[in-house]
């Protein structure tokens, strides 16, 4: 008997789906059943996109001070229930309470406070010139599609929620599957709260069916998806295909860049961070490490140390640092590039395995694992794992750092290290990521831009990105 049930939010209210079929939604790091969920289809989505046009009119001729105040009411909700949403974010990752606690869940509430308040402090062109003037105007897309994956399931959820509400739109959200928990509880919040029928709207399922419903719905010109690159690409292009508004947050295989003059305590306890940090389980993760030649032993030995004095256990016990994977078929994917990075000639030096305590039964866990030897081109060192293991590489020169931290497909982010200043302007200016942190990891300022090159994605997110993202800006020119 599962603990939750969960049903589609659809036009103010809870339902099962037309069909009536559900599925289990597994506690990874107990092996049981957490929650049974309504397998939302097709004539789930269209119902849910009917509802969120219908109140598409009126929301958005919300005056914006009165939405901004729909979107605090939501802020303080979730604050109202943080332990709820601590404990379900836990039980249904794998990640640690603390975690929730620190990160997830008060991440979820500043998401909905930032944007209720950058709404009100929007600034909009106005470009006169000779004999006539020019004005921007901000308008709502419509109904946006929200589809999110499961690594930070209420943080990724809501950074779309707020800033598409907070414009105008009305959405549909398509949590992943495998999390669905905190999304069903964000739903619960919006019930409570009063929010207008029709403006937030919640279909559970799978991407290939629920979620490839919503990209292809033709009433819905918006999408903003979070996940992996293979599925991103399905996704771009039936979006694309019909000139939907499309933002793509894609997979990444992120360099941290260590040079020999380094702050070497505060750089191990950083880069180990950056490589571990949800287990591994975040597209920032810097899984792959470039270290200056003459520190390389030191800095990989000191890596393994970090790792291998994680505390791993059940994510609510106050004393684990360490949880456990998503699910046991992630699990499985990363025990294969372990298994991979091993033929490749890598040499284990931390983790690298299942643990053996027998308190953790059939859970989905897996040690913080560190690997040296591998040629920097090989598969293991190239292809995103998105699990607890980094890989440790050896660079000569400033040139060869860039280069090797180049020499991938994805372009989502980066770190370096060093106390050389002019160093640290130049490698972060030339390395291809979005975003680039300089001594230190995951600091974040909301206004900032978000987002990926390459194959990590299109488009940006945060602060007047979003924004505009989530808006159609108009010009108009008057003859003076
Ligand atoms: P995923 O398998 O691509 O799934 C992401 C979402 O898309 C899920 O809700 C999924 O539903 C849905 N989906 C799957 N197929 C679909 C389709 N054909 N049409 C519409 N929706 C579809 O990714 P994931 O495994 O959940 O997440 C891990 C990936 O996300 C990693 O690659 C990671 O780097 C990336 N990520 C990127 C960022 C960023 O900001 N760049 C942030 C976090 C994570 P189901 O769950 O039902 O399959």
Redesign the pocket.
């Known amino acids: 008997m599962a603990d939750f049930s969960l049903d589609h939010f659809i036009d103010g209210a809870f339902h099962p789906s037309l069909s009536g079929r559900r599925f289990d939604d597994p506690e990874p790091a107990r092996g049981r059943v957490l929650a049974s969920v309504a397998r939302g289809a097709a004539d789930d989505v269209d119902r849910a996109v009917q509802a969120a046009q219908e109140a598409g009119r009126g929301w958005a001729l919300t005056p914006v001070a009165e939405r901004s105040r729909w979107l605090s009411r939501i802020a303080d909700g979730i604050e109202a229930r943080f332990e709820e949403f601590a404990a379900a974010e836990a039980r249904d990752t794998g990640k640690p309470l603390s975690l929730c606690r620190a990160v997830d869940i008060p991440r979820a509430v500043a998401n909905f406070r930032f944007f209720a308040g950058a709404v009100l402090h929007d600034e909009l062109g106005c470009h006169p010139m000779e004999g006539a003037l020019n004005y921007t105007l901000r308008r709502p897309v419509g109904v946006f599609g929200l589809?999110?994956?499961?690594?930070?399931p209420i943080y990724?959820l809501s950074w779309k929620v707020a800033p598409a509400l907070a414009t105008g739109n009305t959405v549909v959200c398509?949590?992943?599957?495998?999390t669905p928990l905190s999304a069903g509880l964000l739903a619960d919040v919006v019930r409570e709260i009063g929010l207008p029928p029709g403006v937030f709207n919640l279909v559970h399922?799978?991407?290939?069916?629920?979620?490839?419903r919503?990209?292809e719905h033709p009433d819905v010109p918006g999408i903003s998806?979070?996940?992996?690159?293979?599925?991103?690409k399905?996704?771009g292009a039936?979006a694309s295909a019909q000139f939907k508004k499309l933002s793509l947050?894609?997979?990444?295989k992120n360099a941290s860049i260590v040079f020999a003059d380094c702050d070497l305590e505060a750089t191990i306890e950083g880069v180990a961070r950056a490589g571990f940090a949800n287990q591994g389980?975040?597209?920032?993760c810097g899984s792959r490490v470039l270290v200056e030649r003459p520190l390389l032993e030191r800095f990989t030995e000191g890596l393994a140390a970090w790792a291998r004095a994680r505390v791993i256990g059940d994510p609510l016990d106050p004393a684990t640092t360490f949880g456990s994977l998503v699910s046991l078929a992630?699990r499985d994917k990363v025990e294969g590039y372990v298994a991979l990075a091993k033929e490749e000639g890598g040499r284990i030096v931390a983790g690298g395995r299942r643990p053996e305590d027998p308190a953790l039964g059939e859970g989905a866990f897996f040690e913080p694992t560190v690997v040296a030897d591998l040629p920097p081109g090989c598969r293991t060192a190239t292809e995103?794992i998105?699990g607890p293991v980094i890989t440790v590489h050896p660079f000569d020169t400033e040139e060869e750092a860039v280069a090797l931290a180049n020499a991938v497909r994805y372009g989502?982010a980066g770190s370096v290290w060093t106390q050389n200043l002019g160093r640290a302007h130049r490698v972060a200016a030339n390395v291809e990521s979005g975003m680039i942190w300089v001594n230190c990891w995951l600091l974040r300022d909301l206004r900032v831009p978000?987002?990926?090159m390459k194959d990590?994605?299109v488009g940006r997110e945060g602060g007047r990105h979003s924004l505009d993202f989530y808006s159609e800006l108009r010009n108009v020119c008057v003859k003076l």
């Open positions: 589809i999110s994956p499961w690594n930070l990724l398509k949590p992943s599957e495998v399922g799978f991407g290939p069916e629920a979620g490839q919503l990209v998806f979070t996940g992996g690159t293979a599925t991103g399905i996704v039936t947050e894609l997979g990444g389980q975040i597209c920032l992630h995103e998105f989502l978000f987002g990926g990590s994605g």
